[in-house]
């Protein structure tokens, strides 16, 4: 079925620590996106990418990384992990201008 | 001040009501308004989307939108306990790289 895999759906890190969290599209999409989503904050945008090797900062980029190296993937990555970035992470692609397909999320607690 | 400001409910309505949701903004840019709707621990699925201003029915939902007072809303009618979740209002301008700005949702749960 067509859509947006991430990848893992849980983590608990300590913090300190590093991960990745992997974003695969089947969509053929050129654009991509990755949201956190917090209680009373809403959806924020971390990164985002327009198309295969390029990348772009959002709202809140701060403590992120990210890498676009082939067009289905999107990864985002914490070099040392807070316990301000517990948080549920969303990927999420569109073909047009307006309208997302997202993933299923990851929620990652950090302690 | 956030670009956009969504009521932030919670909404508890029974079933059969018709429910308004609503959202401002202050982007005057702003050409396509979505909504979308997420149920627990999922992610956001888009309900509908609008290009400027009007109206646009699709089902039991109907989607408005005022750009000259910077309103738009979600009505429901003849609600179901299977419309119970959470909505989000976004909204985007064409040339932004499809980057889209969201409510912060409104909570809807419709009894039975």
């Known amino acids: 079925n067509a859509g947006v895999t991430q990848t893992p759906k849980f983590r608990v890190l300590k913090t300190g620590q590093s991960m990745t969290l992997l974003c695969a599209q089947d969509m053929n999409h050129e654009y991509m996106y990755w949201y956190r989503q917090d209680p009373g904050m809403g959806l924020r945008l971390i990164h985002y990418s327009v198309g295969e090797g390029t990348t772009a900062k959002g709202e809140v980029p701060d403590g992120y990384n990210v890498s676009r190296l082939k067009k289905q993937n999107f990864l985002l990555g914490l070099e040392s992990a807070a316990p301000s970035q517990t948080s549920v992470y969303f990927c999420?692609?569109?073909?047009?201008?307006?309208?997302?397909?997202f993933g299923s999320g990851t929620r990652l607690t950090v302690v | 001040q956030k670009e956009v400001e969504q009521d932030p409910g919670p909404l508890s309505v029974p079933e059969g009501a018709i429910v308004s949701l609503n959202c401002t903004y202050s982007?005057?840019?702003?050409?396509?308004f979505m909504w979308y709707r997420q149920y627990s621990r999922k992610g956001p699925e888009l309900l509908m989307y609008?290009?400027?201003?009007g109206n646009k029915e699709d089902g039991r939902f109907t989607a408005q939108v005022d750009k000259s007072s910077k309103y738009i809303s979600l009505f429901i009618r003849d609600s179901q306990p299977s419309d119970s979740a959470t909505y989000l209002c976004?909204?985007?301008?064409?040339?932004?790289?499809?980057?889209?700005?969201f409510g912060d949702g409104t909570t809807l749960t419709v009894k039975p």
């Open positions: 976004a909204m985007s301008v064409e040339t932004n790289a499809g980057k889209s700005t």
């Open positions: 982007n005057s840019a702003f050409q396509y």
């Open positions: 999420a692609t569109t073909a047009r201008t307006y309208g997302y397909t």
């Open positions: 609008t290009y400027s201003s």
